[in-house]
T-cell receptor, first 112, second 113 residues
């Protein structure tokens, strides 16, 4: 039972354009969502988070949008840069569980 | 600042041999600790997590076990490795309480032959 889904395994975007990575979830109890970036053979690095009381959070080139009614969140990267090429994971948690459920990841390739 | 260490970085072990992977965190106290596995082409699967010394929660029944002998030390073990145990193992920590992001270590690449 995959509670957090990233249905696009890969995405290619031209440098300077917008990258939109999507994530869907099934558990309505999730109240905190995170995005991570992972390079090969390294641990994931935290990018940005959003709590369920918000619908948008921005940090520089990265913006996360949350649509609770659709159980959908997305990560926007503007403008995309070649260094953004990596695998992106979304993750979700429920209150008091101390654990995070990760999606299967989307491989982003930014073309120069 | 906080840092997380994992070792070894890579490991090649024969089927049936034991395993011990170690993770330590510096610069924080009473962290929540986590072990994940990323199999080839797969997402991050939570294996174990711990909210305190000696407290271990297992997420997936398997051939592995975890222990937390000290506040900032988390160990992943197996008595007899299987081929299916191959993968990229990641340790992570987060501050206690809610709404806290996790910080990951550099990972260990385990190959079981």
């Amino acid at each position: 039972d995959q509670q957090v889904k990233q249905n696009s395994p890969s995405l290619s975007v031209q440098e300077g354009r917008i990258s939109i990575l999507n994530c869907d979830y099934t558990n309505s109890m999730f109240d905190y969502f995170l995005w991570y970036k992972k390079y090969p053979a390294e641990g994931p690095t935290f990018l940005i988070s959003i709590s369920s009381i918000k619908d948008k959070n921005e940090d520089g080139r990265f913006t996360v949008f949350l649509n609770k009614s659709a159980k959908h969140l997305s990560l926007h990267i503007v403008p995309s840069q070649p260094g953004d090429s990596a695998v992106y994971f979304c993750a979700a948690s429920t209150p008091g569980t101390y654990k995070y459920i990760f999606g299967t990841g989307t491989r982003l390739k930014v073309l120069a | 600042s906080q840092t997380i260490h994992q070792w070894p970085a890579t490991l090649v072990q024969p089927v049936g041999s034991p395993l011990s992977l170690e993770c330590t965190v510096e610069g924080t106290s009473n962290p929540n600790l986590y072990w994940y596995r990323q199999a080839a082409g797969r997402g991050l699967q939570l294996l174990f997590y711990s909210v305190g010394i000696g407290q271990i929660s297992s997420e997936v029944p398997q051939n592995l076990s975890a222990s937390r002998p000290q506040d900032r030390q988390f160990i992943l073990s197996s008595k007899k490795l299987l081929l299916s145990d191959s993968g990229f193992y990641l340790c992570a920590w987060s501050k206690g309480g809610g709404f806290n992001e996790q910080f990951f270590g550099p990972g260990t690449r385990l190959t079981v032959l």
